[in-house]
């Protein structure tokens, strides 16, 4: 069973930086989609960006591209999102998700991720 947990959320003046970090583990596969979602309240959950550990492809909305940036570490264990000059649209809450599959232009489904996080507060202000 896929467990996620995020960290690193806060709050900061706009165009400050911070960087989430979420840590998996109970994964059998070799390959995986991680994604970035958020939710600001009253609102939908939208997807920020994701990462395919198959190939290192990466997906982006347009509202963070250039921002924000989305890796791998400690050996796929963990998934990071650098988000850099933020506003105060960022604010919202962040979940880590993960899927198996390569989700090409699906990846901003929340409907194809069945593993969450429990979420991480961003407060931009």
């Known amino acids: 069973h896929v467990q996620l947990v995020e960290s690193g959320g806060g709050s900061v003046q706009p165009g400050g930086s911070l960087r989430l970090s979420c840590t998996a583990s109970?994964?059998?596969?070799?390959?995986?989609?991680w994604g970035w979602f958020h939710q600001a309240p009253g609102k939908e959950r939208e997807a920020v960006a994701a990462?395919?550990?198959?190939?290192?492809?990466?997906f982006y909305d347009d509202s963070v591209k250039g921002r924000f940036t989305i890796s791998l570490a400690d050996g796929r264990d963990t998934v990071d999102l650098q988000m850099t000059d933020l506003k105060p649209e960022d604010t919202a809450m962040y979940y880590c998700?993960?899927?198996?599959?390569?989700?090409?232009?699906?990846?901003?489904?929340?409907?194809?991720?069945?593993?969450w996080g429990q979420g991480t507060q961003v407060t931009v202000s």
């Open positions: 998700a993960a899927q198996r599959l390569y989700p090409g232009v699906r990846w901003r489904m929340s409907e194809e991720f069945p593993y």
């Open positions: 109970g994964y059998t596969y070799s390959s995986y989609c």
């Open positions: 990462i395919y550990t198959g190939g290192g492809s990466t």
